[in-house]
């Protein structure tokens, strides 16, 4: 079975750092994108950035480029998303999505989503 | 790059058909035949209905189509049933050299 595995929950203070993950399983790993999805509470998605595990080819939004860093490490199938200094703006779902080569095919597999609060 | 305008909200009673508008600019939705659209039920990750503005992936069932006029994309259900109930988001690449991608605000199907 194809699958994105998310890390669980966190809750964080302002100003800590925090790396989520995510976990293919069931494919190959380096053949597809890996994109991060936010969805802040009670809001709509916003494409955060995509990376591609083969080389670490990473591309971010321009709303989010500086704020977050994509990794992905290829020998464990997982792609990671970091913050170095989190914000109580940060508060909100993640989620992570396969996306293939061509992007007509848009974001075929999505992890189940990781919470994240930052709260005082 | 702004996000894609959706309606906030539709309804239709079961049987019925509605349609969900998505629209962009010549820099995004107009320009790439590149659409997608995904369902979103309380609680749960998205789930994508429609890729390459038209297609189905797998599983998906029939009673789902897309289609894209200018710098407009469209979802129809038809024949609604009570599962449709769910947020719609579409999505487009906004090709650049940065290689950005947008979703629509979403909209809220509630099926009456």
Known sequence: EVQLVQSGAEVKKPGESLKISCKGSGYSFTSYWIGWVRQMPGKGLEWMGIIYPADSDTRYSPSFQGQVTISADKSISTASLQWSSLKASDTAMYYCARQPLDLAYGMDVWGQGTTVTVSS | ?112
């Open chain 2, 1 to 112: 790059q702004s996000a894609l305008t959706q309606p906030a909200s539709v309804s239709g009673s079961p049987g019925q058909s509605i349609t969900i508008s998505c629209t962009g600019t010549s820099s995004d939705v107009g320009s790439y035949n590149l659409v997608s659209w995904y369902q979103q039920h309380p609680g749960k990750a998205p789930k994508l209905m429609i890729y390459e503005g038209s297609k189905r992936p797998s599983g998906v069932s029939n009673r789902f189509s897309g289609s894209k006029s200018g710098n407009t994309a469209s979802l129809t259900i038809s024949g609604l049933q009570a599962e449709d109930e769910a947020d719609y988001y579409c999505c487009s690449y906004a090709g650049n050299s940065t290689f950005d991608v947008v979703f629509g605000g979403g909209t809220k199907l509630t099926v009456l």
